[in-house]
Structures are given as C-alpha cells and as structure tokens.
C-alpha cells in the first residue's frame, strides 16, 4: 500500500543539538515533497518543499532537508535546534498525477532549554 | 482575511447529532481541500473541490460526511448522525492553482475540533 512513513514518533532535544526527522514514502512514480510544522495551538505551515533539481532544499528557520531518490527518502534535518523549534513535524508527498496529499502520522519534537 | 479560516473552532456535538464545519479559503483560491486528522495520527484526505466543482470525494469516509462549495468560495463539510469515531480535527487548505504540477503547498486553515460524546 501506498504510504508515508515517519519512524521517529517523539524526539527530546537539548538547545544546539543537531536534528534529523526520517521520512520515507512508498509511492512511484514523480512525486513532489513536503515538511510541515505545527506549533502548539497554531495551523499548519509549510517547511520546506521540493519538486525537482537540486535535492538538497533549504526551508524556514534554518531547516534543510535532502530527497534521496533511490532510497524513497525526504529526511528533515536542522544542524542546531532552538526552544522554539518544538512542534510537531509532518512530512507530506503529493503524486503529480493527483492533488491530494499524504501525510506522515508526525513527529513530536520537544527542545528543552 | 489573509489566512484560510474555520469555524466553529470547537464542537461538541452528541452522538446523532448533524453538524456543519465551515471553511473560508483564501480569496481566489482554486482549489480547496479537507482533510481528518485523529488524535495521534497526521492529516488524511477527505475532499477535493477545483472551484465548485468536487473533483475527488474518494476520502469521504461513509455516506453521512457531505461537503459542497456552492459558489467556489466557502465550503462546508457537513456530517450527518454523527458517530464517536468522527471525533477528529478538520482540516481546510486551499491552494492558488488547480493545476497538480504546480502543486506548491497549500495553505491550511487552524481546524476545527470535533467531540462527539
């Protein structure tokens, strides 16, 4: 079946530690990539994107994240996290053939001070 | 306003019960989506609408959840005799294109939190 798959379900952090959020995905066939964060009572925003061309894509606040094709991989990564970098982080793939995405069940990402 | 907007925030809503979930895209936004997200769990597709058109329904878990964009602005998201296991956040997002090619993110709205007890 179809799917986006993030492993790591909570991360605790100290400040200035490095991130890395995985995320796989089991579709074929082109599809574009997504990160999107949620703060604490707040929407959805969207991270970082990639659609095509350099792999390595540069988002928001510091957040980078690299598409790995032979490995279906989009992992989200941050060198030195901040307090309020706690959220909750889901990674989303869009099939270019539809419009609707598929979302990861998220990542919970505490960053204590 | 400039975001997508939602309301109710919050409902509570008794098992039977019919409710209506409201969603304000981005002016001259295309296209506008809904989506479900259970406790723990990331956002899941309900529905897809190109202006008033629904283009994709397939996510609409049972014949009681109805959504329609009458005007292709505002849509609705109504759920008929709702049960416990549509307790969920709803999700709205809208999006400038309609165009899957150029699909560059949506915008989401903050949800709306339903209870139903």
């Known amino acids: 079946a179809q799917s986006v798959s993030q492993h790591n379900h909570h991360v605790i952090l100290s400040e200035a530690a490095s991130l890395e959020l995985g995320c796989n995905y089991s579709?074929?066939?082109?599809?574009?990539l997504f990160w999107y964060v949620q703060y604490p009572g707040q929407h959805l925003q969207l991270l970082l994107k990639y659609f095509s061309g350099d792999p390595l894509v540069k988002g928001i606040k510091g957040f980078e994240a690299e598409f790995i094709k032979s490995k279906f991989s989009f992992n989200l990564r941050k060198p030195s996290v901040q307090w309020s970098d706690t959220a909750e982080y889901f990674c989303a793939v869009n099939v270019i053939t539809g419009n609707q995405f598929y979302f990861g069940t998220g990542t919970s990402l505490t960053v204590i001070p | 306003g400039a975001g997508v907007s939602q309301s109710p925030r919050y409902k509570v809503a008794k098992r039977g019960q019919d409710v209506a979930l409201r969603c304000d895209p981005i002016?001259?936004?295309?296209?506008l989506f809904w989506y479900q997200q259970a406790l723990g769990q990331g956002p899941e597709f309900l529905t897809y609408f190109q202006n008033e058109a629904q283009l994709d329904k397939s996510g609409l878990p049972s014949d009681r959840f109805f959504a329609e964009r009458p005007e292709g602005s505002v849509s609705t998201l109504k759920i008929q005799r709702t049960q416990q296991e549509d307790s969920a956040v709803y999700l709205c997002?809208?999006?400038?294109?309609?165009?899957?090619?150029?699909?560059?993110?949506?915008?989401f709205g903050s949800g709306t939190r339903l209870t139903v007890v």
């Open positions: 579709y074929g066939g082109t599809v574009n």
């Open positions: 002016s001259g936004h295309v296209s």
């Open positions: 997002a809208s999006s400038s294109t309609g165009n899957p090619s150029l699909n560059y993110g949506y915008t």
